[in-house]
């Protein structure tokens, strides 16, 4: 389901970034743990088409994603990839449906208030469709950006620094959202952290 070889990523043509092998199938989760400047973030990017590798591959459902132009990648991303930020970037103008339904329209999808009222009812969030983001708590925005992620339904799910901010009780909660959902839509999941109370969850691990 995703796949990259010899993967390196280079910021000034001195500071090289060099990443294992990964391979993931439909379903599967990873964990990618080290420490803050190892280059997590950047492999999440990578594997999510925002960054082009320097050398090497990465295939998402068999497609390489360096033999795509910049419009198709786009279309691409927002069909398989789905993605949650350390921070959220909601649109701060539209309202929590709007925001989900706006990642249907970058994927060329019709938004459907039936479907993202689905998603949101799935994360105990129904109610919330009408409320502006910043009106939420942390939490609530939270389950908010794994709504926005999933509602493509994508072939994998990117999560960067999901519970680096969160208690223990919410970082469990997080979790608990991230892997059930993700199950129910057959996602994969990669997490990159540097949160050591994750590393008892999934047993598929990459260290940098």
């Known amino acids: 389901m995703i796949e990259t070889r010899n993967l390196s990523f280079s910021y000034d043509n001195k500071t090289t970034l060099r990443f294992n092998d990964l391979m993931l199938g439909e379903g599967e989760q990873c964990l990618v ?32 994603l360096s033999t795509l132009k910049k419009k198709q990648l786009d279309r691409f991303r927002g069909n398989n ?3 949650v930020f350390q921070k959220h970037y909601f649109v701060a103008a539209l309202n929590v449906g709007e925001n989900i339904a706006l990642a249907q329209t970058l994927a060329d999808a019709k938004p459907s208030r039936k479907g ?37 339904q994508p072939a994998i799910v990117l999560a960067d620094e999901p519970t680096s901010a969160l208690d223990d009780d919410n970082c469990t909660a997080v979790m608990d959202l991230l892997e ?9 999941l990669i997490v990159v952290t540097h949160d050591n109370r994750l590393k008892s969850r999934i047993s598929q691990q990459i260290q940098l």
């Open 33 to 64: 743990l080290g420490k803050s400047g190892t280059g997590k973030t950047t492999l999440l990017h990578l594997l999510g088409g925002l960054l082009r590798p320097s050398t090497g591959k990465i295939c998402i459902r068999d497609t390489d």
């Open 81 to 83: 990839i789905g993605f």
């Open 116 to 152: 993202i009222l689905e998603m949101l009812d799935a994360l105990q969030m129904a109610d919330k469709i009408n409320r502006m983001p910043y009106t939420l708590s942390q939490g609530e925005q939270q389950r908010v950006a794994i709504a926005r992620a999933l509602i493509n």
């Open 180 to 188: 059930k959902n993700a199950a129910q839509c057959n996602s994969g």
